[in-house]
């Protein structure tokens, strides 16, 4: 197997090599390569001919760029490329475009999104974009039931689980996001204002269970396949056509569906801590009423779906709603989970780094605050609404 690392200058002949990779592109014209993967995972490269038709062609590393030590299997891209497939199969409005996946070299290519631009990116510069939220919700909502046991049969969803499977990755997140930030790990690291901040976080006994059950169920369920990864960072809009696009799913597995929408809460508490110690309470107030579009636009899209359910017998609608209800409790949790990994665990975001120091441990106190109430809060009332306005009650006051 040919595992090359591609560069700039060699990606036009490996295009001319590989047309199925190509897309809306013509390989006997590239006119430009740009090198634009910034994560700690992947070479990423925009690609465009003389006309302007562009395509992205995305290649797997050995290992964390930041960290050579760090091995990582390069089969995940093989990964990505079944989710993103899965998920462009039900909801192809709300993901980029897959061209294609060469095995050998563990690259795919995908629609070219320069069109549009990061949702965190936009969110640190006060742009607010709120229609994302909404939309992301009805993709979770499509293709967390398309992918469940109502949307796909027995066998096929289980040929179609071990697919999917992601091991690697997954224990990345079973490590990243519900232990290292409790307990002491290199991985792990914060300001000496917010020592206080941690010592809590980790002394709150009922919120740890409830990480650790959240953990459990992370680690047990294939309710739906998941994005995996799905924060403001994997996520471009655009704003005259109020386009939104999930990207980056190469943590993609079968999980617990919640999880995806509570990546997208958590983001959005941390981009609303910002706001708030920047001086702009109304952007924190509008950011943070975002997780109740976000459940209600996925509810209303599983509901719409529920009719299609491949078994009715005993699947009726109390079963629906139970399902709605516990997956409104995971997400709180995921939210909460998620909110932690970024501020005390390893991938910290930019929203609070880029910070001046006391506005940071400011934010990071009242985000802590947030995921603690939330994680706890939820096994009395998992409302959305109720938990949205106690995240208000923290972060604004």
């Given at each position: 197997?040919?595992?090359?690392?591609l560069?700039?200058?060699?990606?036009p002949?490996y295009?001319r090599?590989?047309r199925?990779?190509?897309?809306?592109?013509?390989?006997?014209?590239?006119?430009?390569?740009?090198?634009?993967?910034?994560?700690?995972?992947n070479?990423?490269?925009i690609v465009r001919?003389?006309?302007g038709a562009?395509v992205?062609v995305?290649?797997?590393l050995p290992?964390?760029?930041?960290?050579?030590s760090w091995?990582?299997t390069?089969?995940?891209?093989?990964?990505?490329a079944v989710?993103l497939?899965?998920h462009?199969?039900v909801?192809?409005?709300h993901v980029?475009?897959?061209?294609?996946?060469?095995?050998?070299?563990?690259a795919?290519?995908?629609e070219?999104l320069?069109d549009h631009?990061?949702?965190?990116?936009e969110?640190n510069?006060?742009?607010?974009?709120?229609y994302?939220?909404?939309?992301?919700?009805?993709?979770?909502g499509?293709?967390?039931f398309?992918t469940?046991v109502?949307?796909t049969?027995?066998p096929?969803?289980r040929?179609?689980?071990?697919?999917?499977a992601n091991p690697e990755?997954?224990e990345i997140?079973e490590?990243l996001?519900f232990t290292?930030?409790?307990?002491?790990h290199?991985h792990?690291?914060?300001?000496?204002?917010?020592?206080i901040d941690v010592q809590?976080?980790r002394a709150?006994r009922a919120?740890?269970?409830e990480?650790?059950?959240?953990?459990?169920?992370?680690?047990?369920?294939?309710?739906?396949?998941l994005h995996g990864d799905?924060?403001?960072?994997?996520v471009?809009?655009r704003a005259?056509?109020e386009?939104?696009r999930?990207?980056?799913?190469?943590?993609?597995t079968y999980?617990p569906?919640g999880?995806?929408?509570?990546?997208v809460?958590?983001?959005?508490?941390?981009a609303a801590?910002r706001?708030?110690?920047?001086?702009?309470?109304?952007?924190a107030?509008?950011?943070?009423?975002?997780?109740?579009?976000?459940?209600?636009a996925?509810?209303?899209?599983?509901v719409r779906r529920w009719p299609?359910r491949?078994d009715?017998?005993v699947?009726?609608d109390?079963?629906?709603?139970?399902?709605?209800?516990s997956i409104?409790?995971d997400a709180?949790i995921?939210a909460?989970?998620?909110?932690?990994r970024?501020?005390?665990g390893?991938?910290?975001?930019?929203?609070?780094?880029?910070?001046p120091?006391?506005?940071?441990?400011?934010a990071?106190r009242?985000a802590?605050?947030?995921a603690?109430?939330i994680g706890?809060?939820?096994l009395?009332d998992?409302?959305?609404?109720a938990?949205?306005?106690l995240?208000?009650?923290?972060?604004?006051?």
């Amino acid at each position: 197997m040919s595992t090359e690392q591609l560069t700039v200058d060699t990606v036009p002949e490996y295009l001319r090599q590989h047309r199925e990779l190509t897309g809306p592109v013509d390989p006997e014209s590239i006119a430009s390569v740009t090198e634009v993967g910034d994560g700690n995972l992947n070479l990423v490269f925009i690609v465009r001919d003389a006309s302007g038709a562009g395509v992205v062609v995305k290649q797997s590393l050995p290992h964390v760029r930041v960290d050579p030590s760090w091995p990582l299997t390069r089969a995940r891209t093989k990964r990505e490329a079944v989710v993103l497939a899965a998920h462009e199969a039900v909801d192809p409005s709300h993901v980029p475009a897959l061209y294609g996946f060469d095995e050998a070299s563990v690259a795919l290519s995908i629609e070219d999104l320069s069109d549009h631009a990061v949702w965190r990116s936009e969110l640190n510069a006060g742009r607010m974009h709120p229609y994302a939220a909404a939309q992301l919700g009805t993709y979770v909502g499509a293709v967390s039931f398309a992918t469940s046991v109502f949307g796909t049969g027995g066998p096929e969803r289980r040929r179609l689980v071990a697919e999917a499977a992601n091991p690697e990755l997954s224990e990345i997140t079973e490590d990243l996001v519900f232990t290292e930030p409790y307990v002491d790990h290199e991985h792990n690291g914060w300001l000496a204002a917010n020592d206080i901040d941690v010592q809590e976080l980790r002394a709150d006994r009922a919120f740890v269970r409830e990480i650790g059950l959240a953990k459990l169920r992370f680690q047990e369920s294939t309710q739906s396949l998941l994005h995996g990864d799905l924060h403001t960072g994997s996520v471009f809009v655009r704003a005259e056509d109020e386009s939104v696009r999930a990207f980056d799913s190469e943590f993609g597995t079968y999980g617990p569906t919640g999880f995806d929408l509570g990546a997208v809460w958590a983001n959005l508490i941390l981009a609303a801590a910002r706001a708030k110690v920047l001086g702009r309470s109304g952007d924190a107030a509008t950011l943070l009423e975002l997780p109740v579009e976000l459940v209600a636009a996925f509810e209303a899209e599983f509901v719409r779906r529920w009719p299609e359910r491949v078994d009715p017998r005993v699947y009726g609608d109390d079963v629906r709603e139970y399902v709605l209800e516990s997956i409104r409790s995971d997400a709180a949790i995921y939210a909460a989970a998620k909110t932690v990994r970024r501020l005390v665990g390893f991938s910290k975001v930019a929203d609070i780094e880029t910070l001046p120091e006391p506005e940071r441990a400011e934010a990071v106190r009242l985000a802590l605050r947030s995921a603690r109430a939330i994680g706890v809060a939820r096994l009395t009332d998992a409302s959305t609404r109720a938990l949205s306005d106690l995240t208000k009650s923290v972060i604004i006051g």
